[in-house]
C-alpha cells in the first residue's frame, strides 16, 4: 500500500480520538419514534453527527429519514459497500468506567459503542477519507453505509433497500479479524404464560433489556421472610454462585449476578435469567417458572428445549433468554438462537415450541444463514490485506452473530477485532484501543483500494 496512506491516517490520531469521543457520548439506544427520528432522538442525533462529519471531510452524504445514511466515495456504477452502525444496546450493570462518558486510560477508550460499532465504523471512515485524499483513481465507488436500529429489527436496512438501490459486495467492519465468511441462521421467539401455579408467589421480576444480551444480573421480589432469604443464600453457597437476599417490608428482594456478554458468544458467561430460574425452582416453582428451570435454564445449547445440533462449517448451535418479566400477571420473555447453516430452522423453531408447555410462542423473525465461499474475490482480497498489514496468517471462519454482511449479495465481516483482544460487545467497560483501531483502518484502506482502485 501507499506510503502516504499510512502517512495519513498516523496523522489524523488526535482528530479520530476526538472525534470518536464525540460519537461515544452520545447514548444512542433506541428510543420511541419522534419526528424525523425512527428509533428515537438520541439515536437521531448520532446520525447527524456522523453525516456532519462525513460532510466536514468533502464527502457526499444522503440521510434517508433517519433509518440511515450513505457516504460515497466516486462516481463510478459499481459499488463497494462497508456497512456499519451507529445505535448500541443499553449500558446495562458492572460498569467501573462511565458508560457513556469515552474516558481514556493509557491507549483505550472506554465506552459503550467503542467495539461495536461506532469504533470501527469510524476507523473504516477515515480508511475512505485516507484513500480520498491520497488521490487514489477508483475504477468502483466505495460506499459506507451507516445504519440505525442493527442491534433491534434491521428496519433500517429495509428502509434503506426500499429506496436505493443496495450494493451486491462489500464489508461490514462489526465482528473480527482475519474475516468471517459465514454467518448462522437466528430463530427470535417471543414466549407468555400467565402467572399461575408457580408453588412460590413472584411480587416482582423484570430481567434484561434485549433478546441478543446476556442478562447480568437479575433482580425478583418474593413473597417470604428471613426463612426463603436463608434457602436462596444456601442456594448460592452450595452453587458457587453469587446470590443476595435482603428481607424487607414488602417481602424478600432476591439478586443474583451472573456474567453478562454477546448472546453469540456465551461460551464463559452466566446467564442471570437462568441462574434466578434454577433458584426459584429449588425453592419450590412449579408452572410456566419450572418449565422455563428446565428447559432453557443456565444451558446455551438447546439441549432440554430438543435444538442441540452441530456442523462441522459453523459449529454448535447457541441459545440465550435474554429477556423475562412479571406484567399484570403475565411472564413475558424472549429467546435468541444462533443456528448452524445446515439446520432447518422450521425444525428448530417447533421443537422449541413443543418443549415449553403451557406457553404461547411466537417467531419474532427468523434469519437464514449466510455463507461466500471462501476463494470469492472478496475474501481473498480482504484476508491478503489483512496479512500484508499485520503479517498474520488470514482465514475465513465461521461466527454466530449477525452482521450487515447478510443484506449483500455477497458480503463479509472483517474486523475490527484482532485475535488477542477480549471480545466486550455488549458487556460492562466495553473498550477499545485507538492504536488498534487505526491499524484497522489501514488494513481497511488497503482492502478497499484492493477491491476498487484502478
Known sequence: MEKKIYELIDGYRDEFTQMLRSWIQIPSVKGETKGNAPFGPEVR???????????SMGFTVRDFDGYACDITLGDADEKIAVLGHLDVVPAGDGWTHPAFGAEMEGK?????????DKGPSLAALYAMRAIKEAGIPLKKSIRMILGCDEES???????????????????????????INTEKGMIHLCFQAENRDTGIRVLEMATGDRLNVIPGESTALLAGGEELAEKARAW??????????????????????????????????RNAIGMMLLLMKDLGAQGPLKTLAEAVGMEYDGKSLGCACQDDISGSLTCNMGILRLVDGIWAGTLDMRCPITADLEALKDAAIAHLPGFKVDVIEIKGPHHVPAD???????LAAYEEETGLKGEAIAIGGGTYAKVLKQGVAFGALFPDEPDLAHQADEYADISRLLTAAKIFANGLIRLAAE
Not at 154 to 176: L, N, V
Not at 238 to 250: F, I
Open 45 to 55: 442525533e448520532m446520525l447527524d453527527r456522523a453525516m456532519s462529519d462525513a460532510r
Open 108 to 116: 483505550r477508550m472506554f465506552g459503550r459503542g467503542t467495539n461495536d
Open 153 to 179: 429489527g434491521w428496519e433500517d436496512m429495509k428502509w434503506y433497500a426500499a429506496h436505493t438501490e443496495m450494493p451486491e459486495t462489500g464489508f461490514s467492519p462489526d465482528a473480527s479479524f482475519p474475516l
Open 236 to 269: 448460592g453457597e452450595k452453587n458457587g454462585m453469587p446470590v443476595a437476599a435482603e428481607v424487607t417490608a414488602e417481602g424478600v428482594r432476591v439478586t443474583v449476578t451472573g456474567i453478562p456478554g454477546h448472546s453469540a458468544h456465551p461460551q464463559g458467561r
Open 376 to 382: 470469492s474475490e472478496l475474501v481473498t482480497s480482504l
